[in-house]
């Protein structure tokens, strides 16, 4: 990629921020240029970051309608899935997904609804309701 | 008790490349990040459909984490200590005790609980690189070197990046040197950091170097053209190779570099010719990237097929590429 062709097409999901690239001078060698993004990365962002703003949207739609809890939801706010969260808060996969229905929240701890609050930097309060 | 006055900070393109060239600066070792990343053997190509990020499979462009930190220890005869922690609490007491004898220490961290990273940026890689050089109150003084400037980040914010968990977990991973024996760059060194490159790259197992872009090749190849699922795996192979850790494209773009200043170190002025051309194909990693781009968006039919076309390309282009070089390192 040649210096002048470096792209500076303002992605939003940088938010203002420049990275780094390498790219051909007039000369043959190589010069450090900051770019303020590129299209193609940002369709890709963009693509990743509204997945999971659907898969979080989907699950308040099951909060609301009475067949998910709200712990589903915060799952995909932070970004988490099944996977994750397992593995971030020590509880088997089989157990995450019953305790993402609404029955198998209301029969957990205090202390284990403290350790999905810690996996998800949330209070235990909050992981018990949707945002309002 | 900070020393903040004395380090500087550069921006880099890649995390890991980017810590251990500021690093290595501070302590007199004359460090661009691409000769970093050269040196250290960091250029590589993996498809790893058995480790899983949100579903996907692990693409990199590069070595594993560390392999940078660590593939610079023999040719800089440096000593590294590593230390990792049981407890967030026990990982900020060392932390600060080494930032109040002067030492500047390399940190592997979530980039989901950064807070100064833009929040579309921020998903759980655990894989990120940063230097802590200082404190003041409660935040830590922060050169992450794929920011322009300096940051900041608080002291509890910090501690759960650094104790995140699930995959390359980095368990309150910190690092500095003990000793750096050396202080220039041996032209040897240079030409036996290219010939472990070259080995990677062609190495007869199928999922790495170019075989393992064949493989993935073939896999898009079998994508059904009509499902929202392909277009989720070819947006991932692309979010791979150019958001996280600066990927595909732009690591061609760093060896590039460092293949020219190989030529100055070894004198071998060929590898200046060797960069033209890695600097080519990078221009075709990015020619994938803005053809996946634009399928993902509607604005061209999704043609798996064809993608994968150009990953076979790619792929023999590079295999070409890698066997020169290796004749040339004869």
């Given at each position: 990629?040649?210096?002048?062709?470096v792209?500076?097409?303002?992605?939003?999901?940088?938010?203002?921020?420049r990275?780094?690239?390498?790219?051909?001078?007039?000369?043959?060698?190589?010069?450090l240029?900051?770019?303020r993004?590129?299209?193609?990365?940002?369709?890709?962002?963009?693509?990743?970051?509204?997945?999971?703003?659907?898969?979080?949207?989907?699950?308040?739609?099951?909060?609301?309608?009475?067949?998910?809890?709200?712990?589903?939801?915060w799952?995909?706010?932070?970004?988490?899935?099944v996977?994750?969260?397992?593995?971030?808060?020590?509880?088997?996969?089989?157990?995450?997904?019953?305790?993402?229905?609404v029955?198998?929240?209301?029969g957990?701890s205090?202390?284990?609804?403290?350790?999905?609050?810690?996996?998800?930097?949330?209070?235990?309060?909050?992981?018990?309701?949707?945002?309002? | 008790?900070s020393?903040?006055a004395?380090f500087?900070?550069?921006?880099?393109?890649?995390?890991?490349?980017?810590?251990?060239?500021?690093?290595?600066?501070?302590?007199?070792?004359p460090?661009?990040?691409?000769?970093?990343?050269?040196?250290?053997?960091?250029?590589?190509?993996?498809?790893?459909?058995?480790?899983?990020?949100?579903?996907l499979?692990?693409?990199?462009?590069?070595m594993?984490?560390?392999?940078?930190?660590?593939?610079?220890?023999?040719?800089?005869?440096?000593?590294?200590k590593?230390?990792?922690?049981?407890?967030?609490e026990?990982?900020?007491t060392?932390?600060?005790?080494?930032?109040?004898?002067?030492?500047?220490?390399?940190?592997?961290?979530?980039?989901y609980?950064?807070?100064?990273?833009?929040?579309?940026?921020?998903f759980?890689?655990?894989a990120?690189?940063l230097?802590?050089?200082?404190?003041?109150?409660?935040?830590?003084?922060?050169s992450?070197?794929?920011?322009?400037?300096?940051?900041?980040?608080?002291?509890?914010?910090?501690a759960?990046?650094?104790?995140?968990?699930?995959?390359?977990?980095?368990?309150?991973?910190?690092?500095?040197?003990?000793?750096?024996?050396?202080?220039?760059?041996?032209?040897?060194?240079?030409?036996?950091?290219?010939?472990?490159?070259?080995?990677?790259?062609l190495a007869p197992?199928p999922?790495?170097?170019v075989?393992?872009?064949?493989?993935?090749?073939?896999?898009?190849?079998s994508l059904?053209?009509?499902?929202?699922?392909?277009a989720?795996?070819i947006g991932?192979?692309v979010?791979?190779?150019?958001?996280?850790?600066?990927?595909?494209?732009?690591?061609?773009f760093?060896?590039?570099?460092?293949?020219?200043e190989?030529a100055?170190?070894?004198?071998?002025?060929?590898?200046?010719e060797?960069?033209e051309?890695l600097?080519?194909?990078?221009?075709?990693w990015?020619?994938?990237a803005?053809?996946?781009?634009?399928?993902?968006?509607?604005?061209?039919?999704?043609?798996?097929?064809?993608?994968?076309?150009?990953?076979?390309?790619?792929?023999?282009?590079?295999?070409?590429?890698f066997r020169?070089?290796k004749?040339?390192?004869?």
């Amino acid at each position: 990629m040649d210096a002048d062709a470096v792209p500076q097409e303002g992605n939003a999901t940088l938010a203002g921020r420049r990275k780094l690239m390498y790219a051909r001078g007039a000369d043959g060698r190589t010069v450090l240029v900051p770019s303020r993004g590129w299209e193609a990365e940002e369709i890709v962002t963009s693509q990743a970051v509204d997945a999971l703003i659907e898969q979080a949207q989907e699950a308040r739609a099951r909060v609301l309608a009475g067949s998910a809890a709200p712990l589903e939801y915060w799952m995909y706010e932070r970004r988490m899935d099944v996977a994750l969260l397992s593995q971030t808060s020590g509880f088997w996969q089989w157990r995450v997904r019953r305790h993402l229905t609404v029955a198998g929240f209301a029969g957990l701890s205090a202390k284990d609804r403290q350790r999905y609050a810690d996996a998800l930097g949330l209070s235990v309060d909050t992981i018990a309701r949707l945002p309002a | 008790m900070s020393e903040a006055a004395a380090f500087e900070h550069l921006h880099a393109a890649h995390c890991e490349s980017g810590v251990m060239a500021n690093l290595m600066r501070h302590h007199g070792v004359p460090m661009t990040e691409s000769l970093a990343f050269g040196l250290a053997s960091g250029l590589s190509f993996a498809y790893l459909p058995f480790i899983k990020l949100s579903g996907l499979p692990l693409i990199a462009y590069r070595m594993p984490p560390r392999s940078i930190i660590k593939g610079l220890m023999a040719p800089m005869a440096a000593r590294f200590k590593f230390e990792t922690f049981r407890s967030p609490e026990a990982g900020q007491t060392r932390l600060d005790a080494l930032l109040a004898d002067g030492q500047i220490v390399g940190l592997q961290t979530s980039v989901y609980w950064l807070p100064y990273f833009p929040p579309d940026m921020r998903f759980h890689f655990n894989a990120h690189n940063l230097l802590v050089y200082g404190k003041a109150g409660d935040d830590y003084l922060i050169s992450d070197p794929v920011f322009e400037e300096t940051v900041r980040c608080s002291s509890a914010d910090l501690a759960r990046a650094r104790f995140a968990k699930g995959v390359l977990q980095p368990k309150g991973l910190l690092y500095y040197p003990q000793g750096i024996g050396r202080k220039v760059v041996e032209p040897a060194a240079v030409l036996k950091a290219m010939r472990k490159t070259v080995r990677v790259m062609l190495a007869p197992v199928p999922i790495a170097g170019v075989r393992g872009m064949r493989m993935l090749a073939n896999k898009v190849a079998s994508l059904p053209a009509d499902a929202k699922s392909s277009a989720a795996y070819i947006g991932h192979i692309v979010r791979m190779q150019e958001e996280i850790g600066t990927g595909g494209a732009g690591f061609r773009f760093i060896y590039a570099a460092f293949l020219q200043e190989a030529a100055a170190i070894t004198g071998m002025l060929r590898f200046g010719e060797f960069a033209e051309r890695l600097t080519v194909i990078g221009d075709g990693w990015r020619h994938f990237a803005l053809a996946a781009a634009r399928m993902i968006k509607g604005r061209d039919p999704l043609d798996p097929k064809a993608l994968a076309g150009q990953l076979r390309a790619l792929a023999d282009q590079e295999e070409g590429f890698f066997r020169d070089l290796k004749v040339a390192l004869r």
